[in-house]
């Protein structure tokens, strides 16, 4: 099945689109519009390596004897990754630099894809039983 063996790939190309996004925030976290003072640097990539830790649980599962489980922890990862939009409800696209913008696009469409895959393999296994 093409999904299933595009689930990897599609899962690293999501994985490091939302790297990137993490890092930049993080690096330039002063320049970002309206950012609330208690976020840092270091906050900001302790809370990817956590969300990164529940899309690495969800794929082991699914490779594993529990792959419901497993697309269920990776679906939660996926839509972990479009909550880049929130900066948009903290300043509009145009107060964003461009590669901000950018970081944020890449990793909403990876997290997208990512979603539509993990959504359809489970729909497909709901089928079969």
Do not use: K
């Not at 063996?5 to 002063?30: D, I, K, M, Q, T």
């Not at 300043?91 to 964003?96: G, N, R, S």
């Amino acid at each position: 099945m093409f999904v299933a063996r595009a689930l990897p790939w599609l899962l690293l190309f999501y994985c490091g689109a939302s790297l990137l996004h993490f890092a930049h925030n993080a690096e330039y976290v002063a320049d970002y519009p309206n950012l609330p003072a208690w976020i840092s640097r270091t906050s900001i990539y302790v809370t990817w390596l956590a969300i990164f830790c529940v899309g690495l649980a969800g794929y082991l599962l699914y490779r594993g004897r529990f792959a419901f489980l497993g697309l269920i922890l990776m679906a939660i990862y996926a839509i972990l990754g479009l909550d880049g939009l929130l900066h948009y409800s903290r300043a509009p696209m145009a107060v964003h630099t461009a590669s901000m913008n950018a970081t944020i696009w890449i990793e909403v469409v990876a997290a997208a894809i990512a979603l539509c895959a993990v959504s359809w393999l489970a729909v497909h296994r709901l089928r079969q039983h």
